[in-house]
């Protein structure tokens, strides 16, 4: 299973941008996805997840600003991110579960003041 992230970049406070994710190698539906992310000197946190069934949890910090959706394509996952803060700043990886975990290789997104 390989999951491939798109959509980083840099972007002005205040502004937006929309992580994609896609899953290959698996015809299976995942349990879940998720979106993760790194900061420099810092451990990896949840941001959103999204289960098969619909429901969706978030970090307390992006609530009201973030929204994860799954896409029509079995196995894709968007990120849609308004608002954006210098605190934002890291990479962003794509999560995605059943049965075993599996990690994309993250995609960076640099929030400028």
């Known amino acids: 299973v390989q999951l491939v992230e798109s959509g980083g970049g840099l972007v002005q406070t205040g502004g937006s941008l929309i992580l994609s994710c896609a899953a290959s190698g698996t015809t299976l539906t995942f349990n879940s996805m998720a979106w993760y992310r790194q900061a420099p000197e810092k451990q990896r946190e949840l941001v959103a997840v999204i289960t098969s069934g619909g429901s969706t949890n978030y970090a307390d910090s992006v609530k009201g600003r973030f929204t994860i959706s799954r896409g029509d394509a079995k196995n894709t996952v968007y990120l849609h991110m308004n608002s954006l803060k210098s605190e934002d700043t890291a990479v962003y990886y794509c999560?995605?579960?059943?049965?075993?975990?599996?990690w994309g290789r993250g995609t960076q997104v640099t929030v400028s003041s």
């Open positions: 999560h995605a579960q059943r049965n075993l975990n599996h």
